[in-house]
């Protein structure tokens, strides 16, 4: 190589290696919406938070890429729902402290949607502040102030749900089984179309029996999912002689949601008026 091309390329590579050397805030991986938006009201921005699904992508069955492998394995932290969720996180080899939310709540054997219930997702926010306060000391009061405005927006959140205790019919279909917290924390009864998995489907004895059930119950209104595919409802809806109205898991945020300044709190808010139309 002559020796008037040496020159640039190595001020080049010094430039490079000296940025990488100053772009060095600690970064939090977060997996899905919920755990991003709670680790973010606590540490606003001391921290960097990045979060692994991206929008329109099903929590359930994601599988998170190599680059993203590589990403956690040099974060500070890692918060995540449950092991019954993203079970890919525990096989991650990193030296990076893992927060698994849902340890903090009173768990139904299996079923991993606890974020739905505001009163659980009150005692996640809690255990993301303690865990990320022991991991960054120097910002625990400043992670204290954030946590407590936010608890306030939850709390809120939670006396508007403990309305629904007062409803004299409290029995809903939903297209997934992911209501089941939100249903035992405020005295509500749920029936879902499919399991705990949206992707395991229904046979055809179990969809006649759904429909049974509705009928028994009096249901004229099926549940459904805006960010997911709602097939299977639709058609038990349709053959019950129901209509289709809009829940939202707050697994992924649409393009749209997104776009719209939508948040948890924002499509909880949104679920509850959905509730309220078939629930009192
Ligand atoms: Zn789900």
């Given at each position: ?18 940025c990488q050397k100053t ?56 918060v995540y729902n449950s ?105 509500l009864k749920e029936i ?89």
């Amino acid at each position: 190589m002559k020796k008037w091309l040496l020159i640039p390329i190595l001020s080049v590579l010094v430039l490079l290696t000296g940025c990488q050397k100053t772009a060095s805030k600690p970064q939090i991986m977060t997996t899905f919406e919920p755990m991003y938006e709670f680790t973010k009201a606590v540490v606003g921005d001391k921290v960097d938070v990045a979060m692994i699904i991206p929008a329109n992508q099903e929590v359930h069955d994601y599988e998170p890429s190599a680059k993203q492998v590589a990403q956690m394995t040099d974060a500070s932290a890692i918060v995540y729902n449950s092991n019954d969720l993203e079970k890919w996180v525990p096989s991650v080899k990193t030296s990076a402290t893992k927060i698994e939310a849902a340890s903090a709540v009173d768990q139904i054997a299996g079923d991993p949607h606890t974020w739905i219930s505001p009163k659980q997702a009150i005692k996640e926010v809690k255990y993301i502040q303690e865990e990320l306060s022991k991991k960054f000391p120097e910002y625990k009061t400043d992670f204290a102030k954030n946590a407590e405005a936010y608890l306030i927006k939850l709390e809120a959140l939670d006396a508007q749900f403990d309305t629904l205790k007062n409803a004299k019919q409290k029995t809903f279909i939903t297209q997934h089984e992911a209501f089941s917290y939100l249903a035992r924390d405020y005295d509500l009864k749920e029936i879902a179309v499919t399991g705990i998995d949206p992707d395991v489907e229904p046979s055809a004895s179990a969809l006649a029996n759904l429909k049974k059930e509705m009928e028994k119950a009096g249901l004229k209104s099926v549940y459904v999912e805006e960010n997911a595919n709602s097939k299977i409802a639709d058609t038990l809806a349709k053959s019950a002689g129901a209509d289709t109205l809009l829940i939202n898991t707050v697994e992924s945020l649409s393009d749209a949601q997104r776009k719209a300044g939508d948040n948890y709190i924002s499509l909880m808010q949104e679920n509850l008026k959905s509730l309220q139309k078939t629930i009192k």
